[in-house]
């Protein structure tokens, strides 16, 4: 059975698979997630505790994890998913939607009208599972990953039962520019 827990400081340094310990730079599962340094996780977990979340399994392995936040003002305030990975061992057997839906119903307490949520265009797994959560390509991110290769990004979107009128998922029809977004 799956244990869904808040992430704590010391999970940082418990897995091999997910953090090089006592480095920098964190692993994720997936080298299509995004890849934070150590200071970035412990200020999620110092603003946002609710929003970071572990599966764990009954022998204490980490089976994955989610951390997100909560910003935006008026019918901009919206939870937006940061990372979420699933070690390749649990992949397939629903654990990367439990944790989305976990994060999901925070942000339908924090009143969220949406949650949102980037991923590299290439990334067609991904954007697969997401449009199964019920998200929809807002708009595209030009430029949005930088490094060795830049790439665009999607912005998902799932509107939240605040948005009645679903205005926040009326997508885009003109890539837009980093620099162009709001990211509060």
């Known amino acids: 059975m799956t244990t869904l827990r808040p ?42 505790p609710e929003y970071f979340q572990l599966a764990e399994s009954p022998s204490g392995q980490i089976m994955g994890y989610i951390m997100g936040k909560v910003e935006g003002h008026m019918e901009n305030w919206h939870g937006h998913v940061t990372a979420l990975t699933v070690s390749p061992d649990y992949r397939r057997l629903g654990l990367a939607g439990l944790l989305m839906n976990f994060l999901e119903d925070i942000s339908e307490k924090k009143r969220a009208y949406f949650v949102d949520l980037f991923v ?15 998200y929809i390509i807002y708009r595209t991110i030009l430029d949005y990953y930088s490094g060795e290769n830049d790439e665009d990004a999607y912005d998902m979107r799932k509107a939240l039962s605040r948005d009645v009128e679903k205005k926040s998922i009326i997508p885009y029809t003109q890539p837009v520019r980093l620099e162009d977004l709001d990211m509060n």
């Open 7 to 48: 992430f704590t400081c010391d999970d940082l340094f418990k897995f091999n698979n997910v953090v090089l310990l006592f480095c920098l730079i964190v692993s994720n599962f997936d080298p299509l997630t995004e890849t934070y340094g150590l200071s970035f996780y412990t200020q999620y977990l110092a603003r946002w």
């Open 120 to 134: 590299r265009k290439s990334n067609q797994v991904a954007i697969n599972m997401y449009k199964n959560l019920g």
